[in-house]
């Protein structure tokens, strides 16, 4: 059974710092990744989707690279900003196609 | 604008009296789906849809009932709400294996009393 892990569970950073979120799954067998932010309260809004034949993607100050031998993901957040503050969530989809798996999140808190 | 929309957003009711939740989407996508997210459980997934008239459980789809009669809406329906399904919906479609990709709804907050 797919299982998505998110380490670290919160993070506090001062503005400006370059940080790295951490996804792992343990089921190589995925169509695809896709990082999302969420705002409390609020709904998911779709950051980078990496396909399972890609390494990584990029928009903007985001980075995310998918390794799926190893079962791994990161999200790479250039120069934080306060506005950057929010529950990060990693989510696969399976080959199956019916099901995707969501990460339990990473809330990130970028202080001024 | 391409999007996923949920009504009610907000709602707060009773045990016992039936409710729905509308999930209307204008992408033209085959694939539909609901979760719940409850803090410390993350978010999980109710039902789903492949198709028109194509419906399957997901994780915890005890106490819901969904249909699917045409391919832009996909209802949530509670036919006895209780205290346990308190809980933040959110509805999502995606674009099928051409990229894969997840497009949620803002959400709809459930309180049952």
């Known amino acids: 059974k797919q299982e998505v892990t998110q380490i670290p569970a919160a993070l506090s950073v001062p503005e400006g710092e370059n940080l790295v979120l951490n996804c792992s799954f343990t089921?190589?067998?995925?169509?695809?990744l896709q990082w999302f932010r969420q705002d409390p309260g609020k709904g998911l809004t779709s950051l980078l989707l990496?396909?399972?034949?890609?390494r990584e993607q990029t928009s903007g100050r985001l980075n995310a690279s998918l390794d799926k031998s190893s079962g791994r993901s990161t999200l790479y957040i250039a120069a934080s900003q306060p506005g950057d503050s929010a529950t990060y969530l990693c989510?696969?989809?399976?080959?199956?196609?019916?099901?995707?798996?969501f990460g339990p999140g990473t809330s990130l808190s970028v202080i001024p | 604008e391409a999007q996923v929309t949920q009504n009610p957003r907000y709602l707060i009711t009773v045990t016992g009296k039936k409710l729905t939740v509308t999930c209307s989407q204008n992408?033209?996508?085959?694939?539909m789906s609901w979760y719940r997210q409850d803090p410390g459980l993350g978010l999980r997934q109710i039902y789903y849809?492949?198709?028109?008239?194509?419906?399957d459980k997901g994780d915890v789809p005890e106490g819901y009932k969904v249909s699917r009669k045409e391919k832009r809406n996909f209802p949530l329906i509670l036919e006895s709400p209780s205290p346990n399904q308190t809980s933040l919906y959110f509805c999502?479609?995606?674009?099928?294996?051409?990229?894969?990709?997840?497009?949620f709804g803002e959400g709809s907050r459930l309180t049952v009393l």
């Open positions: 089921d190589s067998a995925i169509y695809n």
């Open positions: 989510a696969v989809l399976e080959t199956s196609y019916d099901k995707v798996i």
């Open positions: 990496i396909q399972s034949s890609q």
């Open positions: 999502a479609s995606w674009t099928g294996l051409n990229t894969g990709e997840l497009f």
């Open positions: 849809s492949m198709n028109v008239e194509v419906t």
């Open positions: 992408m033209n996508h085959e694939y």
